[in-house]
């Protein structure tokens, strides 16, 4: 549909360390052609949950897209079209144990200076959910404090 049959795959959704925002001096692209995008790759989540973090990164800005922000997602689909014979694969002997982990940015949007942490879950080595939250607040306090007491 958006003519990424014989693009160049790449290794990553993402350039690692890439700091989106709003960029409000960008050139405007259609913002229906870019939800759609967005869109279809949000379907794709239900299974794929290595795409989801860059997925809702680029889906903040569905309101105004940039060519900035278009290609950013157009490289989701090259990543996409590097993988399209992988997927999850659970040997029958495989030991599995479920772990999880969280993490958290401290003012990482760069227009808002909101907070993103998640969470993940994995089932052996294997990533099975993901799931992100956006701060409300720029509060500079933390969220969790643990207290241990002998």
Same mark, same amino acid.
């Given at each position: 549909?958006?003519?990424?049959?014989?693009?160049?795959p790449? +290794?990553?959704?993402?350039?690692?360390?890439?700091?989106?925002?709003?960029?409000?001096k =960008?050139?405007?692209? +259609? #913002?229906?052609h870019?939800?759609?995008?967005? =869109?279809?790759?949000f379907?794709?989540t239900a299974?794929?949950p290595d795409?989801q973090f860059?997925?809702c990164?680029y889906?903040?800005y569905?309101?105004?897209?940039?060519e900035? /922000?278009? /290609?950013?997602v157009?490289?989701?689909?090259?990543?996409?079209?590097?993988i399209?014979?992988?997927?999850l694969?659970? #040997?029958?002997?495989?030991?599995?144990?479920?772990t999880?982990?969280? +993490?958290?940015d /401290?003012?990482?949007c760069?227009d808002?200076r909101?907070s993103?942490? =998640?969470?993940?879950?994995?089932?052996?080595?294997?990533?099975?959910?993901?799931?992100p939250?956006r701060?409300?607040?720029?509060?500079?306090?933390? +969220?969790v404090v643990?207290?241990?007491s002998?």
């Amino acid at each position: 549909k958006y003519g990424f049959e014989s693009c160049d795959p790449v +290794d990553t959704p993402m350039v690692e360390k890439s700091k989106l925002d709003e960029d409000k001096k =960008g050139k405007a692209v +259609d #913002p229906s052609h870019y939800r759609g995008m967005i =869109g279809i790759l949000f379907y794709l989540t239900a299974n794929r949950p290595d795409l989801q973090f860059s997925i809702c990164m680029y889906a903040w800005y569905q309101a105004r897209p940039t060519e900035k /922000h278009l /290609h950013a997602v157009k490289r989701i689909f090259r990543y996409l079209r590097g993988i399209v014979n992988r997927g999850l694969w659970y #040997p029958k002997d495989y030991s599995i144990a479920l772990t999880t982990s969280a +993490d958290t940015d /401290h003012a990482g949007c760069q227009d808002t200076r909101r907070s993103t942490s =998640g969470s993940s879950q994995f089932l052996g080595d294997r990533l099975i959910s993901w799931y992100p939250v956006r701060k409300l607040n720029t509060s500079p306090c933390l +969220d969790v404090v643990l207290k241990f007491s002998g």
